[in-house]
């Protein structure tokens, strides 16, 4: 068999095909490269009007789901959409219940300020109007005059009492007696009851009529206090329209066009009348809440709470980093005073769905399920399409304490959760709503083909990183070099990562290199700086497996022969770092039954899809040497030196083999080490980490005393596409100092791992008895006549056994 060429194990960038000279001359992309599909969906449900097409973008991380979806919401978004500010306003009827005005971007802020304006001037001009002299006199007057009537009335009362020889005396404010008069002074009980019957039953009758009158001129006095409060309410109001009506008119005609604006005012108008001693009486406590709660001083009643405020008619786009339940659907802060908790609707706090309504929210899906009660809170919303601020605790706990409820905010937001596939499943499977609110799922690449074309577009992806990052830009051969790695971290020569932070990574730590040696521009030799620095800083374990190769703590052979041993090849990974290490395989054969005893399984070692290829290659044995006849040779098999976990069936083929060399005592070499994975045809399937594995076994081969010209890997031919090797490994196999082989069927690796062609049967089943599979046959036939020849012995002895 021929070793792969060249060209096959690294598919090198082309300059010729990059059309530039440094990445300067490129326009950077304004879109993510490579994510067509997902930029689809993502148009797909932001142009869908009706609720529920909010997004799941599903991607691993790293892929610029967020880059992708803020860039596309900057240049796409829907400009026929309003934004708009909102505000929250004192409910002078139902103060539980605070109002909500909806307002164009901006006049939110334009209302707080004339608000303010109007109420640091009525803070000023109220009291000093209602003390001045015009004020005083006509409220001075309209008390005189109250004063006047009721004296008169009541003069009235007592002139009739003193023709009776009663007398009408006060005994509190608005407390009145009437007592009967023994001349000048009041009769005692002694001089009462000395008077005859006759002249106590006058006093008792007369005293009777006038307490009569009395009560009838006491209803008179009530009325006219009454007509007097009137009046003096309508003094008030209309000396303070005087002073605000016509800046409130100004300001309903200022707003005419927002009639809920207009009705707040007058809702003011009418409330100012009522509350006038929030402007003439100094209120400590109000003044202790408007300092401790961060307010002016000034009437808080009439203050607009500006929740949201847009500066300018542009969708909004809110990214959350923390969507716990406070930040995402606002709060109702609270204020302490002289031990008593307060609160009012100016201490409404708004959330990311207030700021994000009429536009965008984006958040992490794991971090909105892993705080408690935003779930449930934030499907609530979008099936209601309305926010409703609610207190955690009120969520938490079932005492009600006294707060606000304020008037729920109409929802219009298009939510867009970032999450793995894993968490998109699970919802899938457990939640039914998720799949009404989270219709659209925006799939994201982990790769793109790799071509001509798209490799210049991944050139511009380059410059566009440069560009947003702020490096040193990148001369042509840093960009072959970088597209190189991508294909690498593709794991496949025609694919290119799309894996944007790890591309972001190395392009930092490029220029990091660059700039360290005083260089105007990334190099090819600056990205291969950042790759050699990366893969030391993270190969410490590595290096360790590899001294116990050097110093033969690890048994693995790279020369020679040996009957039932083959080296096979692993991936180990260590926190993002992956390399290749070999594992000896060995096989033994014996007397039984035919069966094949995996070791690994046995010890519970095994997972279940090695258990699997263990199972697989043990009907291929069957089908080949035990199809009319049974097998009387048992095998077991292992992976030495193994005290972890195995799984994974890429070592099924170097475990056949080794099984194969056992059942015809030929040695395998151990100059190779093989990967590959066989079905029950013992056609060759192919494997991950293939590049890992083949560098693996050559940096073994270095540590075992140096290459020697015929070692090397044999690989499944369906992995040719995968290979990405090491410079180091194209140049040893260059210098034909190292060997790769590509193999299709199970035969082929038997052939060179052996040393003698594996054989074909022919129609009656028999294999050249030259061939590995002949020496099998011929030994597993020498067994079964061995095995006759005992049973004849037997039945010769005792015919009761037939």
């Known amino acids: 068999m021929k070793s792969l060429p060249l060209h096959q194990l690294y598919k090198a960038c082309v300059l010729k095909d990059l059309p530039f000279k440094t990445t300067r001359q490129l326009e950077p992309l304004s879109e993510i490269v490579g994510q067509n599909r997902a930029q689809e969906a993502v148009r797909f449900a932001l142009a869908m009007p009706q609720g529920g097409y909010n997004v799941y973008a599903v991607g691993r991380n790293g892929l610029g789901k967020r880059t992708m979806m803020l860039r596309y919401l900057e240049h796409h978004v829907d400009t026929d959409q309003m934004a708009h500010d909102w505000c929250y306003v004192a409910n002078f009827e139902d103060p539980r219940v605070p109002r909500l005005l909806k ?338 799922t925006a799939d994201f690449e982990n790769e793109m083909h790799r071509s001509d074309e798209s490799q210049l577009l991944y050139s511009k992806f380059i410059a566009s990183l440069v560009s947003e990052k702020k490096l040193l830009h990148c001369n042509n051969k840093a960009v072959a070099r970088v597209i190189e790695y991508s294909a690498r971290v593709a794991e496949h020569q025609d694919r290119l990562s799309l894996h944007a932070a790890d591309i972001a990574n190395l392009l930092r730590e490029s220029d990091f290199w660059a700039r360290q040696a005083g260089a105007k521009l990334i190099g090819d030799q600056h990205v291969e700086q950042a790759l050699e620095s990366a893969r030391y800083r993270s190969s410490r374990i590595r290096d360790q497996l590899y001294d116990s190769i050097r110093d033969g703590s690890t048994l693995v052979d790279t020369a020679g022969t040996r009957i039932g041993q083959v080296n096979a090849l692993s991936v180990l990974s260590t926190g993002g770092f992956e390399f290749g290490l070999p594992n000896r395989i060995t096989a033994t054969c014996y007397y039984g039954d035919g069966a094949v005893m995996d070791i690994e399984r046995d010890a519970k070692l095994g997972g279940n899809i090695h258990s699997k290829g263990v199972m697989i290659l043990t009907s291929w044995l069957a089908s080949h040497f035990a199809v009319n006849d049974p097998m009387h040779l048992s095998a077991s098999i292992t992976f030495e030196q193994n005290y972890g976990e195995v799984d994974g069936d890429s070592a099924s083929m170097a475990e056949l083999c080794a099984l194969i060399s056992s059942l015809a005592g030929i040695p395998v070499r151990q100059d190779l080490a093989m990967t590959g994975s066989v079905n029950q045809f013992g056609d060759v399937q192919p494997i991950g980490g293939v590049n890992e594995k083949v560098e693996g076994f050559f940096a073994t081969c270095e540590l075992k005393g140096g290459l020697t010209g015929t070692q090397g890997v044999i690989v499944p031919h369906s992995n040719v596409q995968n290979l990405m090797l090491d410079r180091e490994v194209v140049q040893a196999v260059r210098e034909g100092k190292f060997v790769v082989y590509a193999v299709s069927h199970l035969e082929e690796a038997v052939s060179l791992m052996l040393g003698k062609p594996a054989g074909k049967a022919d129609e009656n089943g028999r294999y050249p008895k030259q061939s590995v599979f002949g020496i099998i046959q011929q030994r597993l036939e020498k067994m079964r006549e061995h095995e006759r020849q005992e049973n004849a012995r037997d039945e010769h002895k005792d015919p009761s056994i037939h």
């Open 103 to 440: 307002l164009p971007a901006g006049k939110g802020a334009q209302l707080r300020q004339d608000m303010e304006k109007l109420m640091s001037r009525l803070v000023k001009v109220i009291p000093q109007t209602f003390d001045s002299d015009s004020f005083l006199e006509r409220s001075e007057q309209l008390k005189n005059e109250l004063a006047k009537k009721q004296e008169d009335e009541l003069e009235k009362i007592a002139a009739q009492a003193k023709r009776k020889k009663v007398s009408l005396t006060v005994t509190t404010p608005g407390g009145y007696r009437l007592v009967a008069m023994n001349g000048d002074e009041p009769h005692t009980a002694e001089s009462f009851q000395a008077l005859t019957d006759e002249q106590r039953a006058k006093f008792e009758d007369d005293i009777n009529n006038l307490e009569k009158k009395l009560r009838q001129c006491l209803r008179k006095l009530a009325d006219w206090e009454q007509e007097y409060a009137d009046k003096y309410q309508a003094l008030n109001k209309e000396t303070l329209e005087s002073v605000s009506g016509h800046q409130i008119d100004e300001l309903i005609e200022k707003y005419r066009d927002l009639p809920d604006v207009g009705a707040f005012f007058e809702s003011v108008r009418e409330d100012l009348v009522e509350n006038l001693d929030v402007f003439l009486d100094e209120n400590d406590e109000q003044a202790a809440i408007a300092y401790a709660s961060l307010d002016k001083k000034m009437p808080r009643r009439y203050l607009i709470n500006l929740l949201v405020h847009q500066k300018t008619n542009e969708v909004p786009v809110v990214v959350e980093d923390n969507p716990n339940y406070h930040n995402l659907f606002g709060y109702v802060e609270n204020v302490t005073y002289k031990g008593t908790v307060f609160t009012d609707y100016s201490l409404i706090r708004p959330g990311s769905l207030h700021r994000a309504n009429g536009g965008y929210l984006l958040m992490d899906a794991i971090k909105v399920l892993e705080q408690p009660y935003v779930w449930d809170g934030l499907k609530r919303a979008l099936r209601s399409r309305s926010l409703q601020i609610n207190s955690l605790e009120r969520e938490m706990t079932l005492s009600g304490t006294i707060s606000i409820e304020p008037e729920a905010v109409p929802l219009d937001v298009k939510i867009v959760l970032f999450g793995d596939r894993e968490t998109w499943m699970l919802l899938q499977e457990y939640d039914s709503e998720f799949s009404e609110l989270f219709r659209v």
